[in-house]
């Protein structure tokens, strides 16, 4: 009697009798997942990102302008193609939409989620002033505009909030989070007005009139629109013997609001990320006031009925009294 057929892997379509009757061990492996892509560990020294179609990708000619005009250390950039949708159980092609694959070199040592546990409290803090010096070279690579390299528009769904009142997917939208391909894209955008205008989309219909007003006008200045690397989580973070040894996955980065990298990293995707990005905020130059604003418009773009939107909508009430 013949063994039952597990289900492939949809990753490499292996399957637990193809193993068990091979003794070959891959050292080809998947580090990090997210949404429709994945990056794979090539052996010790090469990383393959394989994106899926959707919102484009930017990786390419950001860690050129970073290479180029920063001594920050990034991936050396070895090859990059387009093909079409592999359906990898049929073998065969499908669609026209293709997918985008990075080669790139691996940057040394590991990532700051997987060094944190192990590092002492002055390590932790010495790799966050390391972080800070090497980003405040972006802090003159500016823009008249709020846009990617190249003209494009920039991409992030916690500046750029959307809600399901104004039909976007806002489970899908904050489960994929920082890496997603549900992203909507905005800009070029050249003024506060311009930024305001595709800010307030997100705003919940429950909003008077006088809290958008007083929200608007709080809102802080954007310029000089600043080079950003928009996701500095533990896993972007590249760590060894207790030093930085890169930053990487630069695939959102662009012009935004000079405060939008400090504001940035009130987003964490664990505890430990969470810790660190605290810690980092003391070695950046400080936004504290865009930083709480932030935190008005995401309540207002989520839930009325949390304790700082009620407040908010109080003093707004007050005032138009």
């Given at each position: 009697?013949?063994?039952?057929?597990?289900t492939?892997?949809?990753?490499c379509?292996?399957?637990?009798e193809?193993?068990?009757?091979?003794?070959?061990?891959?050292h080809?492996k998947?580090?990090?997942d997210?949404?429709n892509?994945?990056?794979w560990a090539?052996?010790?020294?090469?990383?393959?990102?394989?994106?899926g179609?959707?919102?484009p990708t930017y990786?390419?000619?950001?860690?050129q302008?970073?290479?180029?005009n920063?001594?920050?250390?990034?991936?050396v950039?070895?090859?990059?193609?387009?093909?079409?949708?592999?359906?990898i159980?049929?073998?065969?092609r499908?669609?026209?939409t293709p997918r985008?694959?990075?080669?790139t070199?691996r940057?040394p040592?590991?990532t700051?989620?997987?060094?944190w546990?192990k590092?002492?409290?002055?390590?932790?803090?010495?790799?966050?002033r390391?972080?800070?010096?090497y980003?405040?070279?972006l802090?003159g690579?500016?823009?008249?505009?709020?846009?990617?390299?190249g003209g494009?528009?920039?991409?992030?769904?916690?500046?750029?909030m959307?809600?399901?009142e104004?039909?976007?997917d806002v489970?899908?939208?904050e489960k994929h989070?920082?890496?997603s391909?549900?992203?909507w894209?905005?800009?070029p955008?050249?003024?506060d007005?311009e930024?305001?205008?595709?800010?307030s989309?997100?705003l919940l219909?429950?909003?008077?009139?006088a809290?958008?007003v007083?929200?608007r006008n709080?809102?802080?200045?954007?310029?000089?629109?600043?080079?950003?690397?928009?996701?500095l989580s533990?896993?972007?973070?590249?760590?060894?013997?207790?030093?930085?040894?890169?930053?990487?996955d630069?695939?959102r980065?662009?012009?935004?609001?000079?405060?939008?990298?400090?504001?940035?990293?009130v987003?964490?995707?664990s505890?430990?990320?969470?810790?660190?990005?605290?810690?980092?905020?003391?070695y950046?130059?400080?936004?504290?006031t865009?930083?709480?604003?932030?935190?008005d418009?995401?309540?207002?773009c989520?839930?009325l009925?949390?304790?700082?939107?009620?407040?908010l909508?109080?003093?707004?009430?007050n005032?138009?009294r």
């Amino acid at each position: 009697m013949s063994e039952p057929v597990s289900t492939p892997c949809t990753a490499c379509n292996w399957t637990q009798e193809r193993q068990n009757h091979c003794g070959y061990k891959s050292h080809v492996k998947i580090i990090h997942d997210a949404g429709n892509r994945a990056a794979w560990a090539l052996g010790s020294a090469l990383i393959l990102k394989d994106r899926g179609p959707g919102s484009p990708t930017y990786e390419v000619r950001n860690l050129q302008f970073v290479r180029d005009n920063t001594t920050i250390p990034v991936p050396v950039l070895i090859d990059t193609w387009e093909e079409e949708e592999y359906d990898i159980e049929r073998e065969e092609r499908r669609g026209n939409t293709p997918r985008t694959f990075l080669l790139t070199r691996r940057i040394p040592g590991e990532t700051l989620h997987e060094a944190w546990p192990k590092l002492t409290a002055a390590g932790r803090a010495n790799i966050a002033r390391q972080t800070a010096e090497y980003l405040q070279q972006l802090r003159g690579l500016t823009s008249p505009k709020l846009e990617a390299i190249g003209g494009d528009p920039i991409q992030c769904c916690f500046l750029f909030m959307q809600n399901e009142e104004h039909g976007q997917d806002v489970e899908k939208q904050e489960k994929h989070s920082r890496t997603s391909d549900v992203l909507w894209p905005q800009g070029p955008l050249g003024s506060d007005d311009e930024l305001w205008a595709a800010m307030s989309q997100g705003l919940l219909m429950g909003v008077p009139e006088a809290a958008r007003v007083r929200l608007r006008n709080r809102l802080p200045a954007a310029g000089p629109y600043t080079f950003t690397h928009g996701d500095l989580s533990d896993v972007n973070i590249m760590v060894k013997d207790g030093s930085l040894t890169g930053i990487i996955d630069w695939e959102r980065a662009g012009y935004f609001p000079v405060w939008w990298e400090y504001v940035g990293t009130v987003i964490a995707d664990s505890p430990e990320d969470r810790e660190w990005k605290t810690l980092l905020r003391a070695y950046m130059p400080e936004y504290s006031t865009a930083f709480e604003w932030w935190k008005d418009y995401y309540f207002l773009c989520r839930d009325l009925e949390s304790e700082r939107a009620s407040k908010l909508l109080e003093e707004a009430g007050n005032e138009s009294r």
